[in-house]
């Protein structure tokens, strides 16, 4: 069986040729996914439905969402956010966060799954923030708990941002563990309290970063006992991202990501994984980086 990757066109959302935010990213790495031959063609993808109002009403801010699905946000939130609040943008908000709450009921029926998309763990409760419309991890988890296909969850973000809205909405929640490694200076300036956060410094590389990974991810695994894993394989760690302080190669993601993978599949656990950030202007590059995620769970299917 084919690792069950997750993806939909509206992923891709109209924000502007020169915009600082590389949204061609999504649209390149669905095909980079069909010309490596992880997904059987276009129709060999799993397409998520638009989220309800509802899923997001569960960890947003009602006032907030009501907004986001009219594409009437106040400036300020909107200048927060970072993206012009469209319809397309709303959309691709809605559809990413299906897609993520999909890429899980997959996991937990095999194992393991993907989505293109998701990660998005800057927005809080109050609304979004930092390229985040909704924290689409958070609003999953919520959907799995509300369904009964889980009593707990682990969230391992490997983003080089700290997930301080991932963890704001869940700071008073003992069945949702948060596990953040990013660097230290990096946004947000405030940053909030993890259960478990793991700041490094500037230029941090592949041998001290995984060496970490491989300390902490298993003690949590093991701790927490989670009925499901959602793993922020965002690839700005990178030496060569924008928005990036640290200094990890492709082979050192890979390392990270195979080892994150091994470490929650040997203990018996579903990982669904998103793909969080990446910054670059070489938007196939950047794609290509984005499917090490793909290509190396495609290992434990």
């Known amino acids: 069986m084919p690792l069950p990757i997750v993806h939909h066109s509206d992923y891709h959302a109209e924000i502007g040729a020169d915009h600082r935010f590389p949204m061609g990213k999504f649209r390149r790495l669905a095909e980079v996914l069909v010309e490596e031959g992880l997904v059987t063609g276009a129709d060999g993808f799993h397409v998520p439905e638009p989220a309800p109002f509802e899923w997001f009403a569960r960890v947003h801010d009602e006032t907030y969402v009501e907004q986001v699905f009219a594409s009437d ?16 943008v709303t959309r691709r908000g809605r559809m990413a966060t299906s ?11 095999h194992g393991i799954a993907a989505n293109t998309a998701g990660g998005s763990h800057h927005a809080r409760r109050s609304g979004g923030a930092g390229f985040c419309v909704f924290n689409d991890v958070a609003v999953a988890i919520r959907a799995l708990l509300a369904e009964g296909r889980i009593e707990r ?44 956060d793991a700041p490094l410094p500037d230029d941090t590389g592949d041998r001290d970063y995984v060496a970490l990974v491989r300390e902490i991810v298993p003690k949590a695994v093991v701790n927490h006992r989670p009925d499901i894993v959602f793993y922020l394989a965002g690839v700005d760690p990178h030496r060569d991202d924008k928005l990036g302080r640290l200094a990890l190669t492709d082979a050192g993601l890979v390392e990270r990501d195979r080892f994150v993978i091994d470490a929650v599949r040997e203990a018996g656990v579903p990982l669904a994984a998103v793909i969080a950030g990446g910054y670059m202007d070489d938007i196939d590059l950047l794609a290509r980086r984005h499917a090490l995620i793909h290509r190396t769970a495609a290992e434990f299917v």
Do not use: W
């Open 73 to 88: 946000v106040p400036r300020d939130v909107a200048r927060r956010i970072g993206f012009p609040m469209t319809e397309t």
């Open 99 to 109: 897609g993520t709450v999909l890429a899980a009921r997959l996991a937990l029926a």
């Open 153 to 196: 969850a682990l969230v391992v973000d490997c983003d080089v941002h700290q997930g301080d809205g991932t963890a704001e909405i869940f700071s008073q929640v003992p069945e949702v563990f948060t596990l953040s490694i990013h660097a230290e200076k990096n946004y947000p300036a405030e940053k909030e309290r993890s259960d478990l």
